[in-house]
């Protein structure tokens, strides 16, 4: 049998700790640890996260990562304004909204987020809240009361389209008031999101009915780009204008569909473990959650998203 050296030309490096940049295919023996190691290439995937403690659907998501998020609301059912943060093992109920609601994306980080608009009894309604990491405080409504919107961006910088109606009513918040901007070109509720603030965003899918238009919007106007693979409503979505992940939904019927936005086409991934919509999303193209929804009915299950890249394995002979 060939020896590594006579295969790689190479003896495997003996080092006393894991060097800081390992290529793909690099292997070495840690000494310290006394194993032998390398760097593999791993295709992107979802795994299974911790549990919810509360099932719903419709609810909200922020997030920075897979590690650090927050769900926000939803319907168990009836209608819950409970809060659970996310540290990348488990979830645990932090302070609930004030006002019990669902149908809302939410956008922001695991310590500053922004709840806006949703459905309650009797219907939609246009309350906004912000998290400061430890409670929710009411601020200026959004001038349309809708549920089913996307929004994107943080609790200074936000953008809110779509909903209810459907509307492709499309609105601004600069962390004081809401200000109406330039609609959707196409009108739909239940629509993916992902972007950083209230100039760079991006909207894809939704109902109007079931469409798989994508928009990209610059600060002042929508632009219709390159559309879904799978048109579908109630999807999760993560990222960026340019680099973005919309997961599930329904097409329907439910779907456990992936697909990753390059900043001109989707392309289509690793599904859901579970198909699932109207679940909670946060995170970005490359480490992202999928918290809840529904199956049907309402599930608990959390799943995470990690990217295509290079890893670092211990190597067994088992």
């Known amino acids: 049998m060939a020896t590594y050296k006579e295969i790689f030309g190479t003896n495997i490096e003996v080092l006393a ?26 295709a ?12 719903r659907f419709f609810l909200g998501g922020a997030g920075t990562d897979n590690t650090s998020a927050l769900v926000v609301g939803g319907e168990s059912p009836p209608y819950v304004g409970i809060t659970e943060s996310y540290n990348g093992a488990s979830w645990t109920e932090v302070a609930d ?11 922001g980080t695991a310590t500053a987020a922004l709840a806006s608009g949703g459905d309650t009894v009797p219907g939609n309604v246009g309350t906004n809240e912000i998290w400061n990491g430890t409670s929710w405080t009411e ?3 959004l001038n349309t009361a809708r549920g ?13 389209f779509g909903g209810n109606g459907p509307t492709a009513a499309t609105e601004s918040w600069n962390g004081t008031s809401w200000t109406e901007v330039n609609d959707l ?3 739909r509720r239940y629509v ?6 209230n100039t ?12 798989a238009n994508t928009e990209s919007w610059n600060g002042t106007s929508w632009t219709e780009v390159n559309d879904l693979n799978t048109g579908r409503s109630l999807l999760g979505g993560a990222g960026t204008q340019t680099s973005a992940l919309g997961f599930g939904g329904a097409i329907p019927p439910i779907t456990a569909v992936t697909e990753e936005w390059n900043g001109t086409s989707w392309t289509e991934v690793n599904d859901l473990n579970t198909a699932r919509n109207s679940m909670g999303s946060a995170g970005t193209q490359t480490s992202a959650l999928s918290a809840g929804g529904s199956v049907p009915p309402q599930t608990a299950a959390t799943e995470e998203w990690t990217g295509a890249g290079n890893v670092t394995v211990t190597f067994t002979d088992s």
Not at 45 to 50: D, E, F, I, Q, S
Not at 97 to 107: E, I, R, V, Y
Not at 192 to 197: F, I, L, P
Not at 200 to 210: E, I, N, Q, V
């Open 139 to 141: 601020d200026a409504d």
């Open 148 to 160: 089913g919107s996307g929004q994107t961006g943080t609790t200074t910088s936000s953008l809110v």
């Open 192 to 197: 993916g999101s992902a972007g950083t603030d």
């Open 17 to 42: 700790s894991d060097p800081a940049n390992p290529v793909a295919g690099q292997v070495w023996y840690n000494s310290t640890d006394n194993v032998v190691k390398g760097e593999v290439f791993q």
């Open 44 to 55: 992107a995937a979802w795994a299974t996260g911790g549990d919810l403690n509360t099932a």
């Open 97 to 107: 909204l004030n006002l019990a609601k669902s149908s809302f994306n939410g956008c």
């Open 185 to 187: 070109n196409a009108a």
């Open 200 to 211: 760079s965003a991006l909207a894809f899918g939704g109902s109007s009915p079931t469409v």
